[in-house]
């Protein structure tokens, strides 16, 4: 038996991946103070801030040339500590991909418990964050490491991006289709994992596919909206989407895909507790017609390096429903379809 198969890395945290997020509503509380307050001065442009909680921040440099910046890390989601550091790379990553950005430059954020967990772990994490990277062709530069209880790993990632080719969640235009680029499970999957160590390859299949194709396909289609879909869920990163846009979503549940085995999971009760806050966030500002609250749960699902959701079509894609016209009393979903 190898050092990595005697640790269950998912044994070491209280949560995994992004479902550990901070609850929506809860992380809204606390940043409200600073949303909508001016910037410090500083060179360029704030094309994307605080305001709309968008995947990542944008400046435009004088030259015209648009940087993007964003970090994002999380407690194991899988027990394979080379699988998790390719996970939460993907993930970090995928918040420049979003933005419709090219990644440049990451360094690595590392939290361990190194009396309890050996190095050679902690090795195998950052190995596999590298070779994400090196498939994103993006530059790994350092990092930073701390001794903590729990393990955690990601990634503080910077791009650059056409600040007029920008995607963002505020620019979403009634009429738009809404196309989904993986499935949802993972969460369920992971939670599984997690309880029972059962490994599931799809999901970690997912979990590591790079956002890098489809990111430059919907560039390249004239997409000016799109987010991509993780701890929150499909209906909370929608709901966000729908916000800032000043509009409605319809979600038809019967088009969303789902991995193997995540109805499976769900009917077993693999729901983490991050999946059932974000329900709870949307379900005010949500009309559910025909749903069941089953497929409630899945499309509120926490996912740890999601697809993204784009506001236009995509070939190969599953177009999972569109945007309205806002609609009275605050509503933002319109959830239709169950099976």
């Known amino acids: 038996m190898t050092t990595t198969e005697r640790y269950r890395l998912t044994q070491y945290a209280h949560g995994g991946g992004c479902a550990c997020k901070i609850p929506p509503g809860e992380l809204e509380q606390?940043?409200?103070?600073?949303?909508?307050?001016?910037?410090?001065?500083?060179?360029?442009?704030?094309?994307?801030?605080?305001?709309?909680?968008?995947?990542?921040?944008?400046?435009?440099?004088?030259?015209?040339?648009?940087?993007?910046?964003?970090?994002?890390?999380f407690t194991p989601v899988v027990d394979d500590p080379y699988d998790?550091?390719?996970?939460?790379?993907?993930?970090?990553?995928?918040?420049?991909?979003?933005?419709?950005?090219?990644?440049?430059?990451?360094?690595?954020?590392?939290?361990?418990?190194?009396?309890?967990?050996?190095?050679?772990?902690?090795?195998?994490?950052?190995?596999?964050?590298?070779?994400?990277?090196?498939?994103?062709?993006?530059?790994?530069?350092?990092?930073?490491?701390?001794?903590?209880?729990?393990?955690?790993?990601?990634?503080?990632?910077?791009?650059?991006?056409?600040?007029?080719?920008?995607?963002?969640?505020?620019?979403?235009?009634?009429?738009?289709?809404?196309?989904?680029?993986k499935p949802l499970g993972i969460g369920v999957l992971n939670s599984r994992h997690k309880q029972t160590g059962e490994t599931f390859p799809q999901a970690v299949a997912a979990m590591t596919e790079l956002n890098r194709e489809a990111s430059i396909a919907a560039v390249a289609a004239g997409v000016r909206c799109a987010t991509d879909v993780t701890g929150f869920g499909l209906l909370g990163h929608l709901h966000k989407l729908a916000r800032a846009s000043g509009l409605t979503a319809r979600v038809d549940a019967a088009a969303v895909p789902y991995l193997d085995g995540a109805r499976e999971a769900?009917?077993?009760?693999?729901?983490?507790?991050?999946?059932?806050?974000?329900?709870?966030?949307?379900?005010?500002?949500a009309e559910v017609s025909g749903v069941s609250e089953d497929d409630l749960l899945l499309l509120a699902d926490a996912q740890t390096s999601g697809g993204l959701l784009i506001t236009g079509e995509l070939p190969g894609h599953p177009v999972i429903g569109e945007l309205l016209p806002a609609r009275d009393a605050g509503v933002t979903l319109v959830v239709t379809g169950g099976r």
Request: aromatic letters at 4%; hydrophobic letters at 45%.
């Open 30 to 73: 606390v940043v409200a103070g600073l949303v909508g307050t001016s910037a410090p001065a500083g060179p360029g442009e704030l094309l994307v801030g605080l305001d709309d909680g968008d995947d990542a921040a944008v400046v435009r440099l004088e030259s015209g040339t648009a940087v993007v910046a964003t970090a994002d890390f």
């Open 84 to 181: 998790w550091g390719r996970i939460a790379a993907a993930n970090a990553l995928s918040d420049v991909y979003a933005m419709g950005g090219t990644p440049v430059v990451a360094v690595n954020l590392l939290s361990w418990p190194r009396e309890v967990l050996p190095l050679t772990l902690a090795a195998e994490v950052l190995r596999g964050g590298l070779d994400v990277a090196r498939e994103a062709a993006c530059h790994v530069a350092g990092g930073h490491s701390v001794d903590d209880p729990e393990p955690k790993y990601g990634m503080a990632v910077t791009g650059i991006a056409d600040p007029e080719r920008l995607m963002r969640n505020d620019a979403g235009g009634a009429g738009l289709p809404l196309t989904l680029t």
């Open 266 to 285: 769900l009917a077993a009760g693999f729901v983490s507790g991050g999946t059932r806050r974000n329900l709870d966030w949307v379900r005010p500002h």
